[in-house]
């Protein structure tokens, strides 16, 4: 049974930084591309990030481009995501997902849990 | 970018009814599309890939249709556990990591 294990989030001041982790477990990780996607009430769900099976294609929604950086340890089983200059409007659920394929080119197959990240002062 | 609406945004329906979600993309976005189930409290759930595909595991109570620009979500035979709300995502340009959610439809009782 695939399982997927956020962690990392919590509270944290404007312009700080947070890292997430996701730990992997019940498929082959090196195989897949992996993703993060964040819930707000407000706006739904939004994907974040993406990284195919190698890490060498990322992929960056606008609105975190230059402040977050994903990355995948194939030998840890894990997937994270660097979250530099933490903004309100960053502020959400973020679900760690793994992509059906090997190249990130989606749809999203499994979710973990989720972990709650606020950013506020 | 490519913009995805749903309706309805809130679709009122009792057990046993059969229910039909439409989803509109802004621009021709081939057969890439996904939907998806979402409880509170829960990890979202693939329901439907490339428009009309189920995945596996998943009640072919569920059925997705369409093509180009207009996509449908049905579910026949309505049970209680399908009171959730439901997202479309397109992933038609995912060489620019281009994926995008519509903004769901709420499924509650009537």
């Known amino acids: 049974e695939v399982q997927l294990v956020e962690s990392g989030g919590g509270l944290v001041q404007p312009g700080r930084s947070l890292r997430l982790s996701c730990a992997a477990s019940?498929?082959?990780?090196?195989?897949?591309?992996m993703h993060w996607v964040r819930q707000t009430p407000g706006k739904g769900l939004e994907w974040v990030s993406g990284i195919n099976w190698n890490s060498e294609t990322v992929h960056y929604a606008e609105s975190v481009k230059g402040r977050f950086i994903i990355s995948k340890d194939n030998a840890k089983k894990s997937l994270y995501l660097q979250m530099n200059s933490l903004s309100p409007e960053d502020t959400a659920l973020y679900y760690c997902a793994k992509d059906r394929t090997f190249d990130s080119s989606g749809p999203f197959d499994s979710w973990g849990q989720g972990t709650q990240v606020t950013v506020s002062s | 970018d490519i913009q995805m609406t749903q309706s309805p945004s809130i679709l009122s329906a009792s057990v046993g009814d059969r229910v039909t979600i439409t989803c509109r993309a802004s621009?021709?976005?081939?057969?890439?599309v996904a939907w998806y189930q979402k409880k509170p409290g829960k990890a979202p759930k693939l329901l439907i890939y490339?428009?009309?595909y189920l995945e596996d595991g998943v009640s072919s109570r569920f059925s997705g249709t369409g093509s180009g620009t207009e996509f449908t979500l049905t579910i026949s035979d309505l049970q209680p556990d399908d009171f959730a709300t439901y997202y479309c995502?397109?992933?038609?340009?995912?060489?620019?990591?281009?994926?995008?959610f519509g903004p769901g439809t709420k499924v509650d009782v009537k």
């Open positions: 490339t428009a009309s």
């Open positions: 019940g498929f082959n990780f090196d195989d897949y591309g």
């Open positions: 995502q397109q992933y038609n340009r995912y060489w620019e990591g281009i994926f995008t």
């Open positions: 621009q021709d976005i081939s057969h890439w």
